[in-house]
């Protein structure tokens, strides 16, 4: 429970909000109760919201290019249509974060220009190639599985449209990650050569994937703040031991190895200790500099004025039904 005397519901420096306000809108925290786009918020809240919710929803849209990528050389009628369902809930989670974050206060535009303008941070893995058709399989398996993880956290976080979104949005990652680790099954117990592809494929995407919840504690200036505010309930490492533990078993029973020598079961922890992330190369990738970032945004950057011709006719529809309406 938060002492609402503790010195933590002071406002942050250099705000200008009430105590009293900081005080009970941390006392209805504490209670667990969820907090609504128009109920009082101390303004860091609102903006670390906007800054978690916003990078969350571009993730999902840049999400969509390394599978989208596949979807004219899926290699049966089935796995092209499961690939393109999945792409299109993609397409959903990313509009749900961003109507979710639209309830802050901020315009969809604002938050898609800093996408477009590389101001805006969205998920590290989707900053690397998809290589082979291997790719797609552990993509869903790892990628969606370590979404889940987190978001299945997030799924109780204090802010109500953000947790409402993500119940609707793991189930459907559920969905997801079942169809990549049964793909991945296929191909482990395929010819020699779709082994090796789908082994390649799992020694490529493992460290990015662990890289996914972010930096370790000792060097994650949010979460401290984040966990008082029960928007994140569990920390970056916490959150990474527990995929780590659910996913080792998963890789041993479709006979497939991991590529970490320091891989062990910890009898006394009860937990798989793993080897030192390369954290030079995670921050390379989120600033900007990862093998794909620059395709990523000329990607989004061309589709969104690809698109400029949906968005005039949906406004010129708006503004025709408004004067039928006021007629
Ligand atoms: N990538 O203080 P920290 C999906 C940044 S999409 C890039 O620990 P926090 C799917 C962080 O933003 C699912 N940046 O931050 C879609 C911060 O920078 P700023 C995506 C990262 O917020 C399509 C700085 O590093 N999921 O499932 O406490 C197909 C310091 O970090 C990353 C979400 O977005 C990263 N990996 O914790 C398939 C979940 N990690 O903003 C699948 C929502 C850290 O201060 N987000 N940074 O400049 C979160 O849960 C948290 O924001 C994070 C980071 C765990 C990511």
Same mark, same amino acid.
């Given at each position: 429970?938060?002492?609402?005397?503790?010195?933590?519901?002071?406002?942050?420096?250099?705000?200008?909000?009430?105590?009293?306000?900081?005080?009970?809108?941390?006392?209805?925290?504490?209670?667990?109760?969820?907090?609504?786009?128009?109920?009082?918020?101390?303004?860091?809240?609102?903006?670390?919201?906007?800054?978690?919710?916003?990078?969350?929803?571009?993730?999902?849209?840049?999400?969509?290019?390394?599978?989208?990528?596949?979807?004219?050389?899926?290699?049966?009628?089935?796995?092209?249509?499961?690939?393109?369902?999945?792409?299109?809930?993609?397409?959903?989670?990313?509009?749900?974060?961003?109507?979710?974050?639209?309830?802050?206060?901020? +315009?969809?535009?604002?938050?898609?220009?800093?996408?477009?303008?590389?101001?805006?941070?969205?998920?590290?893995?989707?900053?690397?190639?998809?290589?082979?058709?291997?790719?797609?399989?552990?993509?869903?398996?790892?990628?969606? +599985?370590?979404?889940?993880?987190?978001?299945?956290?997030?799924?109780?976080?204090?802010?109500?449209?953000?947790?409402?979104?993500?119940?609707?949005?793991?189930?459907?990652?559920?969905?997801?990650?079942?169809?990549?680790?049964?793909?991945?099954?296929?191909?482990?117990?395929?010819?020699?050569?779709?082994?090796?592809?789908?082994?390649?494929?799992?020694?490529?995407?493992?460290?990015?994937?662990?890289?996914?919840?972010?930096?370790?504690?000792?060097?994650?200036?949010?979460?401290?703040?984040?966990?008082?505010?029960?928007?994140?309930?569990?920390?970056?490492?916490?959150?990474?031991?527990?995929?780590?533990?659910?996913?080792?078993?998963?890789?041993?029973?479709?006979?497939?190895?991991?590529?970490?020598?320091?891989?062990?079961?910890?009898?006394?922890?009860?937990?798989?200790?793993?080897?030192?992330?390369?954290?030079?190369?995670?921050?390379?990738?989120?600033?900007?500099?990862?093998?794909?970032?620059?395709?990523?945004?000329?990607?989004?950057?061309?589709?969104?004025?690809?698109?400029?011709?949906?968005?005039?006719?949906?406004?010129?529809?708006?503004?025709?039904?408004?004067?039928?309406?006021?007629?």
């Amino acid at each position: 429970m938060t002492d609402q005397k503790s010195p933590t519901s002071a406002p942050a420096a250099g705000s200008t909000d009430d105590a009293a306000q900081v005080a009970e809108f941390e006392a209805r925290i504490a209670q667990g109760e969820s907090i609504e786009p128009k109920d009082w918020m101390p303004e860091r809240y609102r903006k670390q919201l906007t800054r978690m919710m916003s990078q969350h929803a571009h993730s999902e849209i840049v999400g969509m290019l390394p599978e989208g990528n596949w979807i004219t050389r899926a290699p049966s009628l089935r796995r092209k249509m499961v690939l393109l369902a999945k792409v299109q809930d993609e397409a959903g989670h990313g509009l749900y974060i961003y109507c979710g974050t639209e309830t802050l206060g901020i +315009g969809r535009e604002e938050l898609v220009d800093q996408l477009l303008t590389g101001k805006a941070k969205y998920s590290s893995i989707f900053n690397y190639p998809t290589l082979t058709w291997a790719d797609i399989g552990v993509i869903g398996w790892f990628v969606d +599985g370590a979404a889940i993880v987190n978001q299945t956290m997030l799924a109780k976080a204090s802010f109500g449209p953000y947790a409402r979104a993500m119940v609707r949005i793991c189930k459907e990652e559920n969905f997801h990650k079942k169809q990549g680790y049964e793909s991945v099954a296929t191909l482990a117990n395929g010819t020699p050569e779709q082994r090796a592809m789908v082994q390649d494929a799992v020694n490529r995407w493992w460290w990015p994937s662990l890289m996914m919840f972010g930096p370790s504690d000792k060097d994650s200036p949010n979460s401290a703040e984040l966990i008082r505010w029960r928007v994140k309930r569990d920390t970056n490492d916490t959150l990474r031991q527990r995929f780590v533990d659910l996913t080792v078993p998963q890789a041993r029973a479709v006979n497939l190895t991991l590529p970490d020598p320091d891989l062990r079961y910890n009898e006394e922890t009860e937990h798989w200790d793993f080897g030192e992330i390369d954290w030079t190369e995670f921050h390379e990738v989120i600033s900007g500099n990862g093998p794909c970032n620059r395709e990523r945004l000329a990607a989004r950057r061309k589709a969104h004025d690809d698109g400029a011709w949906v968005r005039e006719a949906a406004q010129a529809y708006a503004a025709k039904r408004d004067a039928v309406t006021a007629a």
